[in-house]
């Protein structure tokens, strides 16, 4: 059973009973940007949420893409005022990141963080460049997905690999989001003994709230008495929304009460319009865009489907199975951390729409079975990923790190 009322304890309660440092422990975080996904909630959870009273965090970030949605609103409601380096960002720029990495170097020399903790692939090249130079005593490095396959030609996965076993000379310590991902990445960069798993953690106590689909309904503009089946994430090829669309069409033929939208935004929002369009399905396939209120969503829908070539640890998955909201998704990256078939979700062949289109109609056929996998999945999530688990992590992480590098 779901504790409820632990899930519900203030943080500075649930850590009171751990002993202080003698100091605080000064932590510069650096991310690309916080454009919507789980890494900006995830360095934001941190940033606000450890104990005040023995860290002391600088976040800093560059800015969020035109085509991305922008968590600044999340910064503001959490108190968290980042520094921004505008140079800073996704695309790679020798000019910029060189820029990038002076500033940051300039700044560390300045204050002299015990800590460099460096989040997502490029914050991660240009933060540990800097951290190295600047003489931190420990840098660490979170991978949240990774580029190594399903993004770029075989010759730039090369190259990134290469890279990325480089700065791991510079690195105290690597990061890995599920036991899955651990064994992906130490296959590519050959640093095993550096990597720890700590999972992601949220405030799941908002999927907890009552209940209400027509309220949730209304609220997203979608029509009452329908199967919606619905996607959430970044419109970018890796996601391979292509195969959702699919899926849709399928079902569409053969399900009149069937709808399906598209939650986010991205590069390949216009791509995807299109290819609904000429399948003449612009009445079934919805695009939503952002939504700020991501609960409203779980509320409104009967299901998810993840259909991404590769993942870390899928935030959207994490945020349906809360919610009670069943899941088909390919056994990519962390999935298959999250999910176990016929447990917690539903896994499908990612090479075979026609497999995706079955798992779906099993669950919206069989009232007893959702109702199974939605119970399964809200009990695995709240016993791993809620929030206060995660910065008990991470806090004997740092502190321990530290004592060792201070030789206590």
Partial sequence: M?????????????????????????????????????????????????????????????????????????????????????????EISIIRDVKSIFKLWRMIRRHRPDIVHTHTAKAGTVGRIAAALAGVPIVIHTFHGHVFHSYFSPLKSWCFMAIERGLTLLTTRIITISPHQREEIAACIYAKRKIEVIRLGFDLSKFLRPFDKEAALKRLGLPSGKEI??????????????????????????????????????????????????????????????????????????????????????????????????????PVGGVVDLIEHGVTGFLADIEDSGDFVKKVEQILERPELRQRLAEGAREFVFSRYDLSRLLRDMSRLYIGLVSAAKGF
């Fill in 2 to 90: 779901l504790d409820k009322e632990r899930l519900r304890q203030p943080l500075n309660e649930q850590f009171s009973q751990a002993a202080k440092p003698s100091h605080k422990i000064k932590i510069f975080r650096v991310i690309a940007r916080l454009n919507i996904g789980g890494p900006a909630i995830h360095v934001l959870n941190l940033s606000s949420g450890l104990d005040s009273d023995r860290f002391e965090t600088v976040l800093i970030t560059g800015r969020v893409g035109p085509s991305e949605g922008d968590m600044s609103y999340l910064a503001e409601a959490l108190g968290v005022t980042p520094v921004v380096f505008p140079e800073l960002g996704r």
């Fill in 229 to 330: 089946i619905g996607c959430v994430g970044r419109l970018t090829a890796v996601k391979n929304l292509a195969l959702f669309v699919e899926v849709a069409e399928t079902l569409s033929q053969r399900r009149e009460d069937a709808l399906f939208v598209i939650v986010g935004d991205g590069s390949e929002r216009e791509m995807l319009q299109n290819m609904v369009r000429d399948k003449g399905l612009q009445d079934r396939v919805l695009f939503l865009g952002w939504q700020t209120e991501i609960e409203t969503v779980y509320k409104a829908i009967d299901l998810l489907v993840l259909t991404s070539k590769n993942e870390g640890t899928p935030v959207a998955v994490i945020e349906a199975m809360a919610s009670g909201c069943p899941v088909v998704a390919a």
